[in-house]
């Protein structure tokens, strides 16, 4: 017998006699009556007490959780960022190394060198450089691209450069010190959208 079923017996009992004492007791019942609904209650009270702290427990946990998400997100956008940054810084000293074809427009002359399969083993990256002749007399324009392998928006660097010597009839250009910009050159920032694979 538990303790509730207990003490209801005990109730029932003390207002049975009472009742046989011809004294018509009804103080004994609401006393009884009290004592369970007290009971009663506390033990809502805490059953209560259990769900708010568990219900207030979820809630921090999801904040937390939202917390680590947005944190995560923000550290992989930044980490896009950076690949795709050094890949434009190597783009444009690729640029600088290789040697173009002679100018026939004034556009864009792009090239791209993609790694095969055996150098790259399982990250393989794609480097483009472009050349442009700039807007003062024999100076130009190198630019590097650089986007990681999600499709983050692409980076662009770029490179003042003068003209050296080539081989044969192709051209071949050397940095000009402090020409290097992470910001379009030119007046006209239409300029240097033109030819961009990124878009």
Same mark, same amino acid.
């Given at each position: ?98 040697? =173009? ?78 020409? =290097? ?19």
């Amino acid at each position: 017998m538990n303790i509730m079923t207990r003490d209801k017996a005990l109730c029932r009992l003390k207002v049975w006699h009472d009742l046989r004492r011809s004294t018509v007791s009804v103080f004994g019942a609401i006393v009884c009556q009290s004592k369970r609904s007290r009971r009663l209650a506390h033990g809502s009270a805490l059953i209560l007490s259990i769900m708010m702290m568990m219900t207030l427990g979820l809630l921090a946990l999801n904040k937390v959780n939202q917390y680590l998400d947005s944190a995560l997100a923000l550290t992989r956008s930044e980490q896009g960022y950076w690949v795709a940054w050094e890949l434009a810084a190597s783009s444009l000293n690729w640029g600088l190394s290789r040697s =173009w074809e002679p100018f026939t427009a004034g556009g864009w002359q792009c090239a791209t060198y993609a790694e095969s399969a055996a150098e790259a083993g399982a990250s393989r990256q794609r480097l483009t450089s472009c050349v442009k002749p700039a807007e003062l007399a024999d100076l130009y324009i190198l630019r590097g691209e650089g986007q990681d392998k999600r499709g983050t928006l692409p980076v662009f660097l770029y490179q003042r450069a003068i003209r050296q010597a080539g081989e044969g009839e192709r051209l071949r250009f050397k940095a000009l010190d402090n020409g =290097w910009l992470d910001f379009c050159p030119f007046r006209d920032e239409l300029q240097c959208q033109e030819g961009q694979s990124g878009e």
